[in-house]
């Protein structure tokens, strides 16, 4: 029977505990910190779309309080900048059978990597042997260490899957039935990184959060930082899924309840800084773009320059919403004011999830 050690207590990896709980599902949650002492302690405060709950989790606080068994999955939950640190801690962790050791996990178990961006899955290749690329969109906010809104209803999110870098398999179909089983309708798909990529064009706005803004400066904010990603990622020859055509995930099925507390005008990058965490997944983000594009030759300005305000943002200690965007990105004040939103690649209007 298999068990997932899900890895991380934000939004994500505590949603997916709490589901796979209410599900008969085994499972081990992996928090750190103060998030640990409260989920151990308090329990998880669980606000959903039908009532909020308190669930005492199957809680740990690392790698060494849990004996890893053969049939177990590895369930990547972290921010993309913590993962090669977690993927470290878990990569040699030896396996336990009932005759003794039985290998290592880099070797023998599979790894599910749940975070935006699309660097994770060769961060863990360098080490698993098998890696499972996963692309979700879930209405979560975590703000308070303990406390998690799942503001998605009927389900809680959705979820693409495949093998990373290509490919379905036996255990992908496994997976994805569990996943759907506990409230995460999910399709397996042999392509999971276009699902990434288009994901990660979302995800461009996360920054943007964080600085004070007009709608209309956030919207042409949105098309001077997609027109600069297409660029980068087309001269990367990397091409992205259209969930309105290849989709087989109802997205009717992720509309978003509002909920006392739910950060429904901020995405995850925000909460993160909110939760005073120290650090944001923005170099893996419009830092992203800015890579592709130096390795390409294609200039990507207002990326680059949004990665860097938000970089001293941070270092800084300031308050979100302390810098006014257009100073961040003063071509929206000129040339770029009338861009254009892409006409194609942009992911298509949905229930799209606000903060993951």
Same mark, same amino acid.
């Given at each position: 029977?298999?068990?997932?050690?899900?890895?991380?207590?934000?939004?994500?990896?505590?949603?997916?505990?709490?589901?796979?709980?209410?599900?008969?599902?085994?499972?081990?949650?992996?928090?750190?910190?103060?998030?640990?002492?409260?989920?151990?302690?308090?329990? %998880?405060?669980?606000?959903?779309?039908?009532?909020?709950?308190?669930?005492? %989790?199957?809680?740990?606080?690392?790698?060494?309080?849990?004996?890893?068994?053969?049939?177990?999955?590895?369930?990547?939950?972290?921010?993309?900048?913590?993962?090669?640190?977690?993927?470290?801690?878990?990569?040699?962790?030896?396996?336990?059978?009932?005759?003794?050791?039985?290998?290592?996990?880099?070797?023998?178990?599979?790894?599910?990597?749940?975070?935006?961006?699309?660097?994770?899955?060769?961060?863990?290749?360098?080490?698993?042997?098998?890696?499972?690329?996963?692309?979700?969109?879930?209405?979560?906010?975590?703000?308070?260490?303990?406390?998690?809104?799942?503001?998605?209803?009927?389900?809680?999110?959705?979820?693409?899957?495949?093998?990373?870098?290509?490919? *379905?398999?036996?255990?992908?179909?496994?997976?994805?039935?569990?996943?759907?089983?506990?409230?995460?309708?999910?399709?397996?798909?042999?392509?999971?990184?276009?699902?990434?990529? *288009?994901?990660?064009?979302?995800?461009?706005?996360?920054?943007?959060?964080?600085?004070?803004?007009?709608?209309?400066?956030?919207?042409?904010?949105?098309?001077?930082?997609?027109?600069?990603?297409?660029?980068?990622?087309?001269?990367?020859?990397?091409?992205?899924?259209?969930?309105?055509?290849?989709?087989?995930?109802?997205?009717?099925?992720?509309?978003?309840?509002?909920?006392?507390?739910?950060?429904?005008?901020?995405?995850?990058?925000?909460?993160?800084?909110?939760?005073?965490?120290?650090?944001?997944?923005?170099?893996?983000?419009?830092?992203?773009?800015?890579?592709?594009?130096? %390795?390409?030759?294609?200039?990507?300005?207002?990326?680059?320059?949004?990665?860097?305000?938000?970089?001293? %943002?941070?270092?800084?200690?300031?308050?979100?919403?302390?810098?006014?965007?257009?100073?961040?990105?003063?071509?929206?004040?000129?040339?770029?004011?009338?861009?254009?939103?892409?006409?194609?690649?942009?992911?298509?209007?949905?229930?799209?999830?606000?903060?993951?």
């Amino acid at each position: 029977m298999t068990r997932y050690i899900v890895i991380g207590g934000g939004a994500v990896g505590a949603s997916l505990a709490a589901q796979f709980d209410a599900a008969g599902i085994d499972y081990v949650l992996v928090a750190r910190g103060e998030s640990y002492h409260k989920l151990s302690s308090d329990g %998880l405060r669980y606000i959903r779309p039908a009532g909020e709950k308190t669930l005492h %989790l199957n809680v740990v606080a690392g790698p060494d309080d849990v004996a890893l068994r053969p049939d177990d999955v590895l369930v990547l939950a972290v921010k993309a900048q913590q993962a090669e640190r977690a993927i470290t801690d878990w990569a040699w962790r030896p396996i336990g059978s009932e005759t003794g050791t039985n290998g290592i996990a880099a070797h023998t178990l599979p790894i599910l990597t749940f975070q935006n961006g699309i660097d994770t899955e060769r961060i863990a290749l360098r080490r698993f042997a098998t890696v499972y690329g996963v692309s979700i969109w879930i209405p979560g906010t975590h703000v308070e260490p303990g406390t998690v809104i799942a503001a998605g209803t009927p389900a809680v999110g959705l979820v693409w899957v495949g093998r990373y870098p290509t490919g *379905t398999d036996e255990l992908a179909s496994e997976i994805a039935s569990d996943l759907t089983r506990a409230g995460f309708p999910t399709q397996v798909v042999p392509d999971v990184m276009r699902w990434k990529t *288009t994901k990660l064009i979302t995800n461009l706005l996360n920054a943007v959060d964080l600085f004070e803004a007009t709608d209309d400066e956030v919207k042409q904010a949105q098309a001077v930082l997609e027109r600069e990603a297409f660029a980068a990622l087309d001269a990367a020859g990397l091409t992205r899924a259209d969930p309105s055509t290849e989709s087989t995930n109802d997205r009717t099925q992720l509309q978003i309840a509002p909920l006392p507390g739910q950060s429904s005008a901020h995405k995850s990058t925000w909460q993160s800084v909110a939760r005073g965490s120290g650090s944001v997944e923005t170099d893996y983000l419009n830092g992203e773009i800015s890579l592709l594009g130096r %390795l390409h030759g294609i200039p990507t300005p207002a990326n680059d320059q949004l990665q860097a305000a938000l970089g001293q %943002l941070i270092s800084g200690g300031d308050a979100p919403g302390s810098r006014r965007l257009a100073d961040v990105l003063p071509a929206l004040s000129n040339s770029f004011l009338q861009a254009p939103l892409p006409a194609t690649g942009s992911f298509p209007q949905a229930p799209l999830p606000p903060t993951h």
